[in-house]
């Protein structure tokens, strides 16, 4: 692989900023990167770690220099580091950024970027629970989807080249309508996340079960979801505010067929009940043919005594 | 470790059969393995690939001599299975179950059992997506909890020798009243599994949104629901029909919180949603130091090119 991009500017540096410079790095897609943090301990971090070939103090000098920006921070402050960098991008130079939602990114940011920038958004369908300057592995982007948000008057030459680094980081690619991909994504995440975080909360909030007991009997099903619902606070309050109306619809949507399968147990309904959950096994096999998921039996989860004590000493 | 029953009949040859049988021979816990399944298919597969020591067509013949006989089966069926095993069970020998519902299955098991034999109801808190035969594997319950509901009455000398058995396999035990049990798994599991199931089905069901979308575009949270919602259909419905009261109250409790997050995201406070957010991170971390869960990202996922395809033709 060649270098795509002489000098990438990461604004942001956590999980994805993070494997996106090591993914660039494996196969030498960038000249230089650079990073910048809000936050000095974040900063710190990141030049500790070797994260890039150099952390600044200062956005503008991030940025400076840069054919490629990328904005790796929670969708809610895009618009406003957009204003920041607006005065130090070159001409001919592309912004893009890894936000979980697009059309509230591209009304925030649109306005800020400069006759001859190009802004291409993109969203890299790859995450995990983790989040900071030391979350960030290589591999993450491997086999997922990045879907890119082009608008009409793109140019092409542009948004081809940022296909091309995604690619070579080891995602699969695609092109998507804003709007669209909002709803796309507020039921193959948001809504989940959601629903998590709810189930979860509910858990730790209840008189007559223990957390103890939550904790200790999880493996029956629970635990799965307080994967989820250990996602970064920040970031997720940002992706329900500005993919609201998709997210309430799915929401909606889901309230509606949990109603319609509690009145089934209710009523001792068996045919209901075992007709739906076996149409939802299909769904699990398709994303396992799509390469989406593991086939492997709970995750490939370690199963041995206390999985988690060999680790619990990192923290 | 030495032998702990000589003769162990299981009825039902599913994962949690599978997985005994193994984990029993891993240790030598059992003198003899024999089972019984209802339909021939899973009988032959199970001689086929050795699943224990023989495999019986009938299931009196199974449990004649055994000194512990465990229903492996759905919730629904284990009266009518007692009814049938009750004429040759021995004087002295324990009868146990591996159901998640214990309430139901002691009131629909225990009155079949004769005078002299124990009765003691179990449920390991282990599982995967996968069911059948081939299904099991030796290591399930290894560092899990499984859970003892033994009635007042019980003879303490019984209720030792199944601990001890499932200590053999790897398990840690703890013994619980059945109302408890089953208040406790509604919250840990079976609430959960409803509302994987029910978001898997509207994403099925949209007319917006393709299935290809949601298929391809999954790794994004959905696909661990996907999991959850491929478990076997007949258990779950089971498990909802015979834990009624405790599964709807929780729903019920899951429904109010979902609504005042829906109505947080209506009016955009993102105090109450990052709020609630954080509170949601601990338990996730009080399940990695109890040794519940991994702590490694994303459960340890593979994170490579196409993961599901390798193992897509073993299907």
């Known amino acids: 692989m060649s270098v795509i991009y002489q000098r990438v500017a990461l604004i942001g540096l956590g999980l994805i900023a993070g494997s996106m410079a090591l993914a660039m790095r494996r196969a030498g897609l960038a000249g230089e990167i650079v990073g910048y943090a809000r936050t000095a301990a974040t900063r710190e ?5 070797g994260f890039c070939d150099h952390v600044y103090d200062s956005i503008g000098a991030a940025v400076t220099g840069a054919d490629l920006v990328v904005l790796c921070v929670p969708v809610g402050v895009m618009g406003a580091l957009a204003a920041e960098i607006a005065p130090y991008l070159a001409k001919g130079a592309t912004v893009s950024d890894v936000g979980s939602v697009k059309r509230a990114v591209i009304d925030a940011v649109g306005p800020h970027i400069p006759d001859g920038v190009h802004f291409i958004p993109a969203h890299p369908l790859a995450g995990t629970e983790k989040s900071g300057p030391t979350a960030g592995f290589a591999e993450l982007f491997d086999g997922r989807w990045c879907l890119i948000v082009p608008d009409d008057g793109a140019d092409a030459a542009a948004v081809a080249k940022i296909e091309s680094l995604w690619q070579g980081m080891g995602s699969k690619t695609d092109r998507m309508e804003a709007d669209h991909h909002d709803r796309v994504l507020a039921v193959t995440s948001h809504a989940p996340h959601l629903i998590a975080y709810t189930m979860v909360g509910v858990a730790d909030d209840l008189a007559r079960v223990t957390d103890a007991e939550v904790i200790n009997y999880s493996a029956a099903g629970f635990r799965d979801f307080t994967r989820i619902a250990a996602s970064d606070p920040t970031m997720w309050r940002d992706v329900f505010l500005n993919n609201k ?24 309904d068996g045919a209901h009940l075992h007709d739906y959950f076996t149409r939802t096994r299909a769904i699990r096999r398709g994303i396992i043919e799509a390469g989406q998921d593991t086939d492997v039996a709970d995750f490939g989860r370690v199963h041995g005594e206390n999985p988690g004590e060999s680790t619990a000493e990192d923290k």
């Open 45 to 49: 971090k990141a030049a500790e770690i």
């Open 245 to 268: 109306d998709a997210t309430l619809e799915i929401l909606g949507r889901f309230t509606e067929e949990l109603f319609a399968l509690q009145r089934a147990i209710r009523k001792g």
